[in-house]
């Protein structure tokens, strides 16, 4: 069955530190990765995908992705965060229409 | 443009209610349909997804039921519900090429 980890449950970081969370999934077929973000009191809302061609896609508000196909990876960057940037992330791959999410990390940045 | 209204938003009911949460998608045709279930600290756990009138898949066996009695518009029900029924509900929909998901704003229901 595909799963989807996120290793990290909850970062803290101080304005413009650089971020990187990790995104694991498992399955061996093709699958297209996602990135939601939920900020406080809002919908789940798409951050960036991926689905063929350059590894390296970016997002909204400067965030980006690499897709490492070799490491099941598809890890989420942005070289310097800002306080607005704190919301919770998800992680999720989508196979035939589903998608399975991880469980989500909670990104703290402190002003 | 496509919107997604999900209601109520929240919700307070007791065990052993009957429980109907409304989804409904407009600015588009034949979505793929999907409800998920929140857990605080947690993932999103797909319960149920159809990808058209009548087609229900359910992911999880449960206490919950799915029904999706028109193109846009998704129900999610039970008849009786149990405590652990309680959770963070959202709806979301995709188009048929799977360009991601839009989500409603979701509905909080405890069963007291």
């Known amino acids: 069955a595909q799963s989807v980890s996120q290793h990290n449950h909850h970062v803290i970081l101080s304005e413009a530190a650089s971020l990187e969370l990790g995104c694991n999934y498992s399955y061996g077929g093709t699958v297209n990765l996602f990135w939601y973000v939920q900020y406080p009191g809002q919908h789940l809302q798409l951050l960036l995908k991926y689905f063929s061609g350059d590894p390296l896609v970016k997002g909204i508000k400067g965030f980006e992705a690499e897709f490492i196909k070799s490491k099941f990876s598809f890890n989420l960057r942005k070289p310097s965060v800002q306080w607005s940037d704190t919301a919770e992330y998800f992680c999720a791959a989508t196979n035939a229409g589903k998608s399975t999410f991880g469980d989500g990390t909670t990104l703290t940045v402190k002003p | 443009s496509q919107t997604i209204h999900q209601w109520p938003a929240t919700l307070v009911q007791p065990v052993g209610s009957p429980l109907s949460l409304e989804c409904t998608v407009e600015g588009t045709s034949n979505p793929n349909l999907y409800w998920y279930r929140q857990a605080a600290g947690r993932g999103l756990q797909l319960l149920f997804y159809s990808v058209g009138i009548g087609q229900i898949s359910s992911e999880v066996p449960q206490n919950l039921s799915a029904s999706r009695p028109q193109d846009r518009q998704f129900i999610l029900s039970s008849k009786k519900l149990l405590l652990s029924d309680s959770g963070f509900y959202l709806c979301?929909?995709?188009?048929?090429?799977?360009?991601?998901?839009?989500f409603g704003s979701g509905t909080r229901l405890t069963v007291v």
């Open positions: 979301a929909w995709t188009g048929q090429g799977g360009y991601g998901y839009t």
